[in-house]
Nanobody, 123 residues
């Protein structure tokens, strides 16, 4: 089992920044590809970004490119999502997830999920 706990969400004005963290425990963190997903009210859960086990490979949704950056620190068992130039449409609950694959963009590819952290972008 892998336990994941997100933090860092909150209320931010348009154009602002937030840094989300996801602390992992249980099995060896570096054995898992990691991803961030988000879900807005009334919408499907959607892919945001993913990173390979070593952190060398990353992938982003088109909506995230140039504004959001995924990273990981395997010595701290922690995943990050740096979010800049935030827009109201970024408002959602953000989830981190772990997969035994290199990484993926489909929720079904992930075996473990955190409880989510709310991000609200509003003036």
């Amino acid at each position: 089992q892998v336990q994941l706990v997100e933090s860092g969400g909150g209320l931010v004005q348009p154009g602002g920044s937030l840094r989300l963290s996801c602390a992992a425990s249980g099995r060896t963190f570096s054995d898992y590809g990691m991803g961030w997903f988000r879900q807005a009210p009334g919408k499907e859960r959607e892919f945001v970004a993913a990173i390979s086990r070593s952190g060398v490979r990353t992938g982003y949704a088109d909506s995230a490119k140039g504004r959001l950056t995924i990273s990981r620190d395997n010595t701290k068992n922690t995943l990050y999502l740096q979010m800049n130039s935030l827009k109201p449409e970024d408002t959602a609950v953000y989830y981190c997830a772990a997969t035994p694959r290199v990484y993926g963009s489909i929720p079904g590819e992930y075996d473990y999920w955190g409880q989510g952290t709310q991000v609200t972008v509003s003036s």
